[in-house]
């Protein structure tokens, strides 16, 4: 699970000045990386940079669920600088980062499923250096994929792509071989999401406003102030024309002991999850899927839940995670799982067809007394 307290990043730097100067459409990347002569960072600057660096753990926690056999991806490693050994994150967070891939995987292909006949969009907000986009067209057809993040993140993203395609022996070039498709399709924007909560927003170019479209914030919205993640979140749902889907991944339970710990330690690394109080739980995490004007059903369960619920994660595929590492603080990873959830809202037929029903019976209320219980 990434974003977790403590643990050390696998690179630094990711998001720094190499980004400056990049522009969607191919402008190059400078090649004088010499910060010396660069003016001294705002103390906003500072903020945003600590936030764009949050990718490096997101990132890293998914090459050590991959190498371990948790994911199966082949792409992450080639989004990322060459040449750094994964680090190997503990048994809790190897399996807290699967259950949250495999939660929101399952989210979209359910979606993508139902709108097999036609072109469906995905929106990624603050996607990092996320591989999803790849992943899924080994298996779906007619996907326009938009990756919304800093220009200082995707700057060096754009550069590990065009990197990787030039490499013949790269695995991005056997996915063009294998599955690169002309009805996919795959755009990077660098943008800063506080301005789409502007009073004149910018347009994206190439996003089909008229398509079904799921919109993912995968540990993005939480970083921004409660009522500029709402409005970011309406610029899109006001915006399409046709059925919209949400899915989120964020913190909760800021309130009891594992919470504040967790809410203390990130503030020591100035990461201030700024949605966490507003969307504490998964009830306010549904009822502000309703104040967007989604449907949202059952849709919210932490991580914890998700992991017990055999409409997740079948028998057989928990037998197999289990069996990969010997995890033996149970009672840390029911806490740690219990702080992480994922919701998800509609409006839509092919959502209400892909998502109604899903989450079983368990209720904030049934859980008041702590995981598992
Ligand atoms: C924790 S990382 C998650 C990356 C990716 N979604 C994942 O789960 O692997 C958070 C990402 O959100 C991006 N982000 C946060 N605030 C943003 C903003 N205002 N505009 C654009 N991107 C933002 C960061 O730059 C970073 O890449």
């Known amino acids: ?37 660069l003016p001294l960072e705002s103390e906003a600057q500072t903020r945003d940079r600590i936030i764009q660096q949050t990718d490096n753990d997101a990132t890293s926690s998914r090459l050590s669920a991959i190498d371990l056999g948790y994911l199966k991806d082949r792409y992450t490693k080639e989004l990322v600088p060459p040449g750094e050994p994964v680090a190997r994150r503990y048994p809790i967070i190897n399996r807290g980062t699967y259950v949250r891939s495999q939660t929101i995987d399952t989210l979209i292909v359910k979606f993508l499923n139902k709108s097999k006949a036609g072109d469906s969009n995905i929106i990624s907000l603050g996607a990092g250096s996320d591989s999803r986009y790849w992943r899924l067209t080994e298996e779906t057809d007619f996907l326009s994929y938009h990756e919304l993040d800093f220009e200082a993140n995707v700057a060096p993203k754009q550069a590990a792509i065009d990197r990787a395609f030039a490499n013949p022996g790269s695995e991005l070039t056997r996915w063009q071989l294998e599955d690169g498709d ?43 102030p409660p009522d500029t993640a709402s409005a970011v979140i309406e610029y899109f749902t ?16 800021p309130n009891d002991a594992f919470g504040k710990t967790m809410v203390s330690n990130l503030g020591s690394r100035g990461i201030h999850m700024q949605t966490l109080q ?17 449907d949202a059903g059952q849709g919210a369960r932490d ?15 928990r037998e197999r995670v289990e069996g990969l590492e010997w995890l033996d603080e149970i009672e ?5 799982a219990s702080h992480y959830c994922v919701a998800w809202g509609w409006k839509g037929d092919v959502f209400s067809r892909a998502w109604k029903g899903l989450g079983g019976d368990a209720t904030d209320e049934e859980r008041r007394d702590g995981p598992g219980q």
């Open 332 to 336: 840390e990873w029911k806490l740690l």
């Open 182 to 224: 002309d009805s996919c399709s795959h755009h990077l924007h660098a943008i800063d999401l506080r301005d789409l909560a502007g009073a004149d927003p910018p347009d994206l170019p190439e996003l089909d406003w008229t398509l079904p479209t799921l919109i993912l914030s995968e540990c993005c919205l939480c970083y921004l």
């Open 278 to 294: 507003r969307y504490h739980s998964l009830d306010t995490q549904r009822q502000r899927m309703k104040l967007a004007g989604l």
């Open 238 to 253: 006001s915006r399409l024309q046709s059925a919209v889907g949400l899915v989120l991944y964020e913190p909760i339970r």
């Open 303 to 317: 991580i914890y839940q998700i992991w017990e619920s055999e409409a997740w994660i079948p028998k057989a595929e």
């Open 1 to 37: 699970m990434a974003d977790i307290p403590n643990l050390n990043t696998l690179r630094s730097g990711h998001g720094g000045v190499r980004g400056r100067g990049f522009r969607r459409g191919g402008r190059a990347i400078p090649e004088n990386d010499d910060t010396s002569t």
